[in-house]
């Protein structure tokens, strides 16, 4: 299981279009709930003929955070550049270089067989020459994971291509939106993802895959606003499965969502205190299970250990749920 707290710290990612000449403004002004993360968006938000456009004002964005990041009380989030694909990845390394300092790593979407090896090689090859290193987050949303029967063969090879450089991968992400188009589906905000049931069980088989060795993030909700709190209470019932699930964070399009998926990531109060009794645990006549105070559940030292340890990371970084004890990252 991996338990490398940077890996847990990206939570709320939020997207931005790169043509976006505000994001900056908003980060040094405080705009957003913090902690979040940052994504600024090259690929699907961006037409190509305004890439070049985008690019610009992307170098601007980067530039104007830099100069104001030290101004006292500035949260500087985690900030990433999901790109088209690996030529622009390997020209935008170069022009990215003079404000590469505030650059946590880059998202390549629509990973897959075809550009998974040079990603990684370029990836590698710029991390030499780095002190800091920079991150990866692949997303797995291409065509050829929705065909069933090459699903399983193209999972493990692209985990084998994943672990060739698994100290820069931060999370693993998945493209919900990109998964329901193949299929001409669309979730509603009383409805969760889970409930497309080719689309659950892809995840799950995502999961299988990844889940023990990679964080693996949720997919983006599109809802936003209006009906009242219709939009938070699906949110929050999708997160609820995320977390069942084993997903840890969740891509946003929206700051309003940001508050949502950190109060997701909190810890409850009687999963804090039972896995601080797991990882504590003292000899008990021999026994290695028991209920905990409460009587009304049981703790067991050797099956519910991962399950502790992972428990007590997220309290550490997003608090737990009615304490006044909230760290952020």
């Known amino acids: 299981m991996n338990l490398n707290k940077e890996c847990y710290q990206v939570g709320a990612l939020l997207y931005a279009p790169a043509l976006n000449g505000t994001v900056a403004a ?33 170098l601007k964005t980067l530039e104007e955070i830099q100069r104001g990041r030290n101004k006292p009380g500035i949260y500087l989030p985690k900030l990433f550049v999901r790109v088209r694909e690996p030529q ?26 075809d550009n998974a090896k040079e990603y990684g090689v370029l990836l590698e090859e710029e991390n030499q020459s780095r002190t800091t290193p920079y991150y990866m987050m692949p997303i797995l949303e ?15 090879e692209l985990k084998k291509e994943i672990d060739e450089i698994k100290p820069y991968v931060l999370n693993v992400r998945v493209g919900g939106n990109d998964f329901c188009n193949q299929f001409a589906v669309r979730r509603h905000c009383n409805q969760t993802i889970y409930d497309i049931v080719p689309i659950a069980g892809l995840l799950g088989d995502i999961l299988t895959v990844f889940g023990r060795d990679y964080v693996v993030s949720g997919p983006v909700w599109e809802f936003f606003s209006g009906g009242g709190n ?97 760290h952020e990252s």
């Open 230 to 326: 219709q939009w938070s209470d699906g949110l929050r019932r999708e997160l609820e499965l995320d977390h069942l699930n084993g997903f840890v964070g969740k891509t946003v399009i929206h700051p309003k969502q940001i508050s949502v998926v950190n109060r997701s990531l909190q810890v409850s109060q009687n999963d804090y205190a039972d896995a601080k009794s797991i990882l504590e645990w003292e000899d008990k006549g021999g026994l290695c299970v028991l209920k905990r105070a409460e009587g009304d559940r049981m703790n067991e030292v050797k099956t519910h250990e991962n399950w502790a340890r992972k428990t007590l990371l997220l309290a550490e970084l997003y608090g737990v749920e009615n304490s006044e004890d909230h």
């Open 142 to 156: 291409s065509g050829d994971l929705v065909d069933y029967g090459s699903r399983r063969q193209v999972l493990l």
């Open 88 to 113: 622009q990845f390997e020209r935008l390394l170069k022009r990215i270089a003079p404000v590469g300092e505030i650059v946590t790593g880059f998202i390549f979407p629509k990973y897959s067989l």
């Open 26 to 58: 908003s980060v040094l002004e405080g705009k957003f709930q913090t902690p979040y993360s940052l994504a600024l968006c090259l690929e699907d938000t961006v037409a190509e003929d305004a890439v070049p456009v985008a690019e610009k004002q992307l």
